[in-house]
C-alpha cells in the first residue's frame, strides 16, 4: 500500500492535496453554473419563447470538446486551474437549466396564486415558494453535473498538470506505474459515490414533505 499513495515529485501534491484540488477544480464550476443556471431557468419559466434557444445553445456548448475549450481559453488564463474550471462550468447549464425549468414548472398554479394573494412579489415567490418545491428536481440535476465534473476535471491533465487525480494518469504511464492509474480511477469513484450520497442526504433534508421509502409500512 505504501507504493500505491508514493506518488512521484512531479505532481507537486500529496495525495491529499490532489483530493482537495480535484474537488476544488470540480465544485466550484458545479457551483458557478447553478448561479448562473437559477436566474436563467427563470426566465426560460417564465417567459416560454426563451427556452428553446437557451436549451439549443447550451447542449452546443456541451458539444465542444473539452480540449478545444482549453486550446481557446489557454490564450487568456495561461495553463491554469481557471482554464479547466470554466468549460465545467459552462457544461453544467446543460444539465442545470433543464432541470430547474422543470422543477419550477412543476409547481402547481394554485400554489403560485395562494402566494400572490398573501403579497409575494415575483422574486420572493421564486425563491421562497418555487425554488423549494422544485429543489427535487434541482439536486437531480446537481447529482449529473457534480458527477460529470469530478470526472472531466481528469482532462486537465493535458494543460500543464491541471488535472488533479488525473495527474497520476499520465504519470502511471510516463513511470510505468500502473498502480498511479488505479489510485486515480479508484479515488475518483469514491468521491462521485460520497458526493451523490451527500446530496442525495440534501434533498432529504431540503424536502421532509416527500415521502420515504417504507414509509406507507
Wanted: charged residues 10%; proline residues 7%; positive net charge.
Amino acid at each position: 500500500m505504501n507504493g500505491f499513495f508514493d506518488l512521484p515529485s512531479d505532481l507537486q501534491y500529496s495525495y491529499l492535496g490532489l483530493v482537495g484540488l480535484h474537488l476544488r477544480e470540480a465544485l466550484i464550476p458545479v457551483l458557478a453554473g447553478l448561479i448562473v443556471a437559477l436566474p436563467i431557468a427563470q426566465l426560460c419559466a417564465r417567459f416560454r419563447w426563451i427556452y428553446p434557444p437557451v436549451l439549443g445553445l447550451t447542449t452546443v456548448l456541451y458539444s465542444i470538446p473539452s480540449l478545444a475549450f482549453f486550446v481557446v481559453l489557454i490564450d487568456y488564463f495561461g495553463q491554469s486551474e481557471t482554464t479547466v474550471m470554466i468549460p465545467l462550468a459552462v457544461y453544467s447549464l446543460v444539465v442545470l437549466v433543464p432541470g430547474i425549468v422543470d422543477g419550477v414548472r412543476s409547481v402547481p398554479q394554485e400554489t403560485l396564486a395562494a402566494a400572490e394573494a398573501m403579497g409575494f412579489g415575483p422574486l420572493r415567490r421564486y425563491l421562497q415558494v418555487q425554488l423549494p418545491i422544485a429543489a427535487p428536481a434541482i439536486i437531480a440535476g446537481l447529482r449529473v453535473a457534480v458527477i460529470s465534473s469530478l470526472s472531466l476535471v481528469s482532462v486537465g491533465m493535458l494543460i500543464g498538470n491541471q488535472g488533479a487525480l488525473g495527474n497520476m494518469l499520465y504519470d502511471a504511464n510516463t513511470y510505468h506505474r500502473p498502480a498511479l492509474a488505479v489510485n486515480s480511477v479508484l479515488t475518483t469513484a469514491v468521491l462521485g459515490v460520497l458526493a451523490d450520497a451527500l446530496l442525495v442526504l440534501v434533498r432529504r433534508l431540503l424536502t421532509p414533505w416527500m415521502p420515504r421509502k417504507g414509509a406507507a409500512r
